[in-house]
């Protein structure tokens, strides 16, 4: 059987936009946000550096879980590092309570 017009169509859209680097997805959202995120969409599929600081905004405000040692990285990168600190505190018996 062959395809019929509108399927060769897409598939033929398909792959010229597949050539270009790009997909199409769905995303699922509020309808009043429609236009928000197509003008976004849009913004990211032009490449240069306009997507490329969009892509870095959104990656720094997403929401997501750090990675792991995130942690042991931020403590190695600080300033005190080095300084040789003495962070010690005297051992104290403490006080007798009459329970």
Same mark, same amino acid.
Request: glycine share 8%.
């Given at each position: 059987m062959s395809k019929s017009s509108?399927?060769?169509?897409?598939?033929?859209?398909?792959?010229? #936009? @597949?050539?270009?680097g790009l997909v199409r997805f769905e995303v699922t959202g509020r309808d009043g946000d429609r236009e928000i995120v197509r003008s976004f969409a849009r913004r990211l599929a032009e490449g240069g550096p306009e997507s490329d600081k969009l892509r870095a @905004?959104?990656?720094?405000?997403?929401?997501? @879980?750090?990675?792991?040692?995130?942690?042991?990285?931020?403590? #190695?990168?600080s300033p005190l590092i080095g300084s040789e600190l003495d962070l010690s505190r005297p051992f104290e018996e403490g006080r007798k309570a009459d329970l």
């Open positions: 509108q399927e060769r169509a897409l598939a033929n859209f398909r792959n010229r #936009l @597949a050539e270009k @905004a959104v990656n720094e405000s997403s929401g997501e @879980a750090p990675k792991k040692g995130g942690i042991v990285r931020a403590l #190695l990168a």
